[in-house]
Structure formats: C-alpha cells, structure tokens
C-alpha cells in the first residue's frame, strides 16, 4: 500500500485512516469502504464515538446556507457505532489489517457496504466567475464524538469531528462489442453507425455515414455532434442536454447518387471549460478530470437518485429544396446512437 489518507480531528481525539478513496461501483455491486479510526478515550466523558458514510446531492455552497437550511439532500446515509465497540467485531480485510499496523494501539476497523443504486461521484462545472464548491454528488465518511448517533438536539464541536471525501465511481465494461446503428428512409436513406459500443475518454470516435440520396434534394451539409444528457432526480427529474463536442462537414451529395463516409470527433472537458453546467467525474481536489462519464445502472434509472448520466451521438444531414431560397427552406434528417463514454479500468494494486 503506496499511500495512506488519513484525516485527524481539531481536538486529537479521532484520527482516520483509509487506503484509497476510490470504491469501484461493478455494476451488480460496489466496493466495501472498509478503513480504521484511531480514539483517544481519555476526552470522552462518557459520549460514544460514531462514524457515518453519506451520499448527498449539493446544490449550493454552505456558505449560503439560510435560516439553518442546508444547500444538500441526503440521498443515503448508514451510521455505525466505532467505541465501544459492539458485538463481536467484523472481519479485517487484508487493506484492514495494513492500516492497523500504522495506526498502532486504539485502532479499531469499520466497513460500510453501499446499496448498487446510488449515482456515482459526479460535479456540475461552475461558471468562471463561480465560486464555492460545485454543485453535484459527492461522498462523505465523517467520524465524531456524541452522546448519540443521530439527534438533532444534540451540539456537536468541529473540533469533535474529523472527515474524508472519497468517490464511488465506474469504468467501462471490458467488451469488443460492435457499435450501434440507425437507419432514417425518409426522404433520404441515412445510415450512421459508431465503430464500436465503448469509447474511453481522449480517445476519437468514429462515425460512419452511408447515405442514398435518391430524392429530388441535394445535401449541403452533415454536422455531427456528441450530446451530454444529465438526469437529475431528486423530488422531481430534470434533465439537461449540452453538446460538448461538434463538428460541421461540407458535403455536397447531389440528388440520385450516394456517399459513405467515416467522420471522427472527440469530445474533451479541455474544449469545453468555459461551458456551466457541464458534469464532469468527481474530483476529491481541484486538477485534472473528464467529462462525466456514463452512468451504468442494472435495476433502471427509475430506482436511482441523484445525477444519472448519458451520452448520444446525433448525424443532422441538412437537405436544400433547391432554386434561389435552397439553403433557406432546407429540411434536416437526423439520426441519433446512444454512446457509452467511460474511463478504462486501471491495472490492480497489490497491498505490500
């Protein structure tokens, strides 16, 4: 284990420890966050220690809380009793048993296991001007010190607490499946097809046109376009679509002839930072990342909350009518392809 995150709490008391803070959503399940947090008993005074991981969708800065009303909705949240210890204790997994060898004496292990129909860590791109944290879905392990787990009555010092943001996230399923096609027959026949079903972030994807042009119409123009759909689902869903990449081809394909074609484009977050509302992967601090990637769900977007994400491929063929207002009472024809964008999964890292 390369590399230890550990957080400790304004008095001292509480320190936590994790060994990563990436936790891979597989679709029919999700990594357990299992990590150590080391207590101090000698300030307790008879309260208990307590330590809980929640999945919340922000909609705005806590700097603009009002009247005591939170800018976050908790979409899931499991509490779990660290001191004293309860029953019989869990099994140590072997990232555990590594932890407690640095955190030495007063160390005690926890392990929470999350539900497979949560969103994964997703932030919506402020504006330039923006300021405070952005709005999106983020995960939250917060130890602290209480006399209770859970009462809203009960005062709770900063200096009594100590947290780490950790993300759930998913990277693209291992296949060599061939891509998607649509047919349009009216009043050409358009064919569009992706070069194959995943495609990972940074890389170009290929988009094959096949068009039959047996109308009284010329093409003038294709535009190919990658569309970025965020569902956000919390008491109602909402969904916006923003481009993030497109690209227009002067193709002129006279009545009564064909044309076949492969285009490539390729959307990057680099090309479209001064555009808000864009969601990108969560980030644990500011620096590099990419475009949200797509949300993978096995029971349907219908059970999950939060921030769900999608991505199409749209061919906008555009016709001219022809005579002196040709390019003014044109029509489109406009194929659509679903695209699944993601990040490829990393080799393992073996625990020393």
Not at 74 to 79: A, E, F, H, N, S
Not at 123 to 140: I, M, N, R, T, Y
Not at 257 to 283: C, H, M, Q, W, Y
Request: charged share 25%; glycine share 8%; net charge neutral.
């Amino acid at each position: 284990m390369s590399k230890v995150f550990k957080k400790t709490s304004g008095h001292g008391d509480l320190t936590l420890y994790l060994g990563r803070r990436d936790f891979v959503d597989h679709v029919t399940s999700v990594d357990v966050v299992d990590g150590v947090l080391k207590v101090d008993p000698a300030n307790l005074n008879g309260r208990k220690v307590f330590i809980y991981l929640a999945c919340a969708f922000r909609y705005g800065s806590e700097d603009l809380d009002v009247m005591g009303m939170s800018c976050r909705k908790d979409i899931w949240v499991k509490r779990i009793q660290v001191f004293p210890v309860q029953g019989g204790g869990i099994p140590k997994t072997p990232m555990q048993e590594s932890l407690l060898k640095k955190a030495g004496e007063q160390a005690h292990h926890f392990a929470f296991e999350m539900p497979s129909n949560l969103p994964c860590s997703v932030a919506l791109q402020p504006a330039p001007s923006d300021s405070g944290k952005a709005c999106g879905v983020d995960f939250e392990l917060k130890a602290y010190i209480a006399k209770e787990a859970d009462n809203a009555d009960e005062v709770i010092e900063k200096k009594d607490t100590c947290r780490l943001m950790i993300r759930k996230i998913q990277f693209a399923p291992v296949n060599t499946n061939s891509g998607p096609t649509v047919e349009i027959t009216s009043p050409i026949q358009l064919t569009a097809s992706l070069g194959k079903e995943n495609y990972y972030h940074g890389d170009p994807i290929t988009v094959k046109v096949n068009i039959n042009n047996d109308s009284a119409k010329a093409v003038k123009k294709i535009k190919i376009s990658v569309e970025q759909n965020t569902a956000v689902v919390l008491y109602s869903s909402d969904n916006y679509v923003k481009a993030v990449c497109s690209e227009e081809f002067g193709e002129t394909i006279n009545a009564n002839s064909t044309f076949e074609k492969e285009f490539t484009l390729t959307p990057l977050l680099a090309n479209n930072t001064e555009k808000r509302g864009i969601a990108v992967d969560g980030r644990l601090k500011d620096g590099d990342t990419n475009l949200a990637s797509t949300t993978l769900c096995e029971t349907g977007e219908k059970e999950m909350q939060g921030i769900i994400i999608s991505y199409k491929v749209k061919v906008s063929v555009s016709l001219s009518s022809g005579g002196l207002l040709g390019s003014l009472t044109g029509s489109d024809v406009v194929a659509e392809l679903p695209l699944i964008l993601m990040s490829p999964k990393p080799a393992e890292v073996k625990l020393e």
